[in-house]
């Protein structure tokens, strides 16, 4: 099956400074996204990104399919950015379901 | 558009008892996910339903596992016989039924604690 990693797996920041996630993946997919866990534990979407670049203001993303990986950007960190980040892929061709492969998640700790 | 929604919020039991969890998924969706996240971990999927059609099962998903989704509107997870193991976060996702649109979209989750 697909193999997810994510790196760095713990991260810790100033706050206001900017930081780089990375995902790599094993496999070619067609679904690739980006979420944050909350410390309640629901998932919130950051970005569908199967390839390309996206921003979501002092936040984005881009996903080199070709090369099977995605790079989530974090600018001007904010102690509210703090938590887990995960990268899932899937894929829905050849019969396959979308299932999401989650990557073990990068935990991002933001300090005032 | 409301979001996906769980039910419970969170679950305690006693090891032996059964338990059922409700998922109702963003109405104009017809595909609809559960998945197990253990502590520590990422969300692990479990079981995948298309309308009423439950097309995918993972290993995971032992014999006192059963999930439904009759009229292809919300769905169930039943654990019998609960074990500590079966402790964990239970969460389920739904995606629009547009096969070139496959963002899913997560509830708040079911958690399970099992004494």
């Known amino acids: 099956g697909i193999q997810v990693e994510q790196s760095p797996p713990d991260l810790i920041l100033q706050e206001g400074a900017n930081s780089t996630l990375r995902c790599n993946f094993s496999d070619s997919v067609n679904n690739l996204q980006w979420f944050h866990q909350n410390p309640w534990g629901q998932l919130i979407n950051l970005f569908y990104?199967?390839?390309g670049t996206k921003q979501n203001g002092r936040l984005s993303a881009t996903t080199v399919a070709t090369e099977r990986y995605s790079l989530l950007y974090i600018s001007s960190s904010q102690t509210t950015d703090s938590g887990v980040y995960f990268c899932?892929?899937?894929?829905?061709?050849?019969?396959?379901?979308?299932?999401?492969?989650f990557g073990t998640g990068t935990l991002l700790a933001v300090q005032p | 558009d409301t979001g996906v929604s769980q039910d419970p919020r969170h679950k305690i039991t006693k090891r032996g008892q059964n338990v059922t969890f409700r998922c109702d998924p963003i109405?104009?969706?017809?595909?609809l996910y559960w998945y197990r996240q253990t502590l520590g971990q990422g969300p692990e999927f479990l079981t995948y339903f298309q309308n009423e059609a439950q097309l995918e099962k993972s290993r995971l998903l032992s014999d006192r596992f059963s999930a439904e989704r009759p009229k292809g509107s919300f769905s169930t997870l039943e654990i019998q016989r609960t074990e500590q193991g079966d402790s964990a976060m239970y969460l389920c996702?739904?995606?629009?039924?547009?096969?070139?649109?496959?963002?899913?979209?997560f509830g708040p989750g079911t958690r399970l604690t099992v004494l």
């Open positions: 109405s104009e969706h017809n595909r």
């Open positions: 996702a739904s995606t629009s039924r547009d096969r070139a649109v496959n963002e899913q979209f």
């Open positions: 990104i199967p390839s």
């Open positions: 899932a892929v899937g894929m829905n061709y050849g019969g396959a379901t979308n299932k999401l492969i």
